[in-house]
């Protein structure tokens, strides 16, 4: 199994800043692409920012700019900085790791993984 575990957010005026981490932790072999999923109320669940093991990222296009995403590949660790917050970046942020798994006959395949959630709410 992998746990995947948040932590961070909480409650911020608009312009400020706020940090979130995410510790990927279990029994895995690897760990693939990493990033950060965003809920806004009524709405679906969208992308904010991926990153790979090389490093590369992909933001969503809000973002670019103000939100930064970084790893620590040591600690199975992404990151997700934010600054020059707005109020529609309100929304549970969530954590995806895709991980590299063994399974029961040796083989080894990708499964996604999600954290809880954790609230990020910015206000006007």
């Known amino acids: 199994q992998v746990q995947v575990v948040e932590s961070g957010g909480g409650l911020v005026q608009a312009g400020g800043s706020l940090s979130l981490s995410c510790a990927a932790s279990?029994?895995?072999?690897?760990?693939?692409?990493m990033g950060w999923y965003r809920q806004p109320p009524g709405k679906h669940r969208e992308l904010v920012a991926i990153i790979t093991t090389g490093g590369s990222t992909n933001y969503k296009d809000s973002v670019k700019g103000r939100f930064t995403i970084s790893r620590d590949n040591a600690k199975n660790t992404v990151y997700l900085q934010m600054n020059s917050l707005k109020p529609e970046d309100t929304a549970v942020y969530y954590c995806?790791?895709?991980?590299?798994?063994?399974?029961?006959?040796?083989?080894?395949?990708?499964?996604?993984?999600w954290g809880q959630g954790t609230q990020v709410t910015v206000s006007s």
């Open positions: 279990g029994n895995f072999f690897s760990l693939k692409s």
């Open positions: 995806y790791v895709r991980a590299v798994v063994t399974l029961s006959d040796s083989t080894r395949d990708e499964y996604d993984y």
